[in-house]
T-cell receptor
Framework: AQTVTQSQPEMSVQEAETVTLSCTYDTSESNYYLFWYKQPPSRQMILVIR??????QNATENRFSVNFQKAAKSFSLKISDSQLGDTAMYFC?????????????FGKGTLLTVNP | GAVVSQHPSRVICKSGTSVKIECRSL??????MFWYRQFPKQSLMLMAT?????????EQGVEKDKFLINHASLTLSTLTVTSAHPEDSSFYIC????????????FGSGTRLTVV
């Protein structure tokens, strides 16, 4: 079974600065996806960024980028130029792309607070 | 983009009654839908996976007779909490998978259930 670990329960950052959220995972699979989801106070789950394991290039989406280290099974999220609207719970998630059930395994989350 | 509508957003019911939560994919056909439960300040816990036209697959420890899931069409899945008790109070979230795009699915906005 896959496990996803987020070792930072809470983090804070000043507006306009950069912050990195950590995520490690454990799997014996070779083909999989990794995701970062954002859950603001509204509790709507929003996909921030995804990474296919077979791609060596790190995914980027505007101010959001990942550092994907497959051998180390690490998948950190970097948020640049932090904005007040980035305040949310962030979940790292794993999906095995080789199977047919498409289940997501979530980490416990990191609560990020962006301070003015 | 893919949109998932979940209804109701909030519901209060009396102990012993049943409550139905609907999850609809508005602009795509969802062959697979997922139901999650989330306790305050915790991660999402997968309850069950439903495939259109077949019985739902429940995760270990989830009572299938208490949490009835129906996925009768490609755009609608329902979760019925039967004989609800206060300990069933929680935040329930659905996710629908659009096989044309991101395999992780799109989330509904969630339902806050309070059993009194």
């Amino acid at each position: 079974a896959q496990t996803v670990t987020q070792s930072q329960p809470e983090m804070s950052v000043q507006e306009a600065e950069t912050v990195t959220l950590s995520c490690t995972y454990d799997t014996s699979e070779s083909n999989y996806y990794l995701f970062w989801y954002k859950q603001p106070p509204s509790r709507q789950m929003i996909l921030v960024i995804r990474q296919e394991a077979y791609k060596q290039q790190n995914a980027t989406e505007n101010r959001f980028s990942v550092n994907f280290q497959k051998a180390a099974k690490s998948f950190s999220l970097k948020i640049s130029d932090s904005q007040l609207g980035d305040t949310a719970m962030y979940f790292c998630a794993f999906m095995n792309s080789g199977g047919s059930n498409y289940k997501l395994t979530f980490g416990k989350g990191t609560l990020l607070t962006v301070n003015p | 983009g893919a949109v998932v509508s979940q209804h109701p957003s909030r519901v209060i019911c009396k102990s012993g009654t049943s409550v139905k939560i609907e999850c609809r994919s508005l602009d795509f056909q969802a062959t697979t839908m997922f139901w999650y439960r989330q306790f305050p300040k915790q991660s999402l816990m997968l309850m069950a996976t439903s495939n259109e036209g077949s019985k739902a697959t429940y995760e270990q420890g989830v009572e299938k007779d208490k949490f009835l899931i129906n996925h009768a069409s490609l755009t609608l899945s329902t979760l019925t909490v039967t004989s609800a008790h206060p300990e069933d109070s929680s935040f329930y979230i659905c996710s629908a998978r659009d096989r044309r795009t991101v395999p992780s699915g799109t989330f509904g906005s969630g339902t806050r259930l309070t059993v009194v």
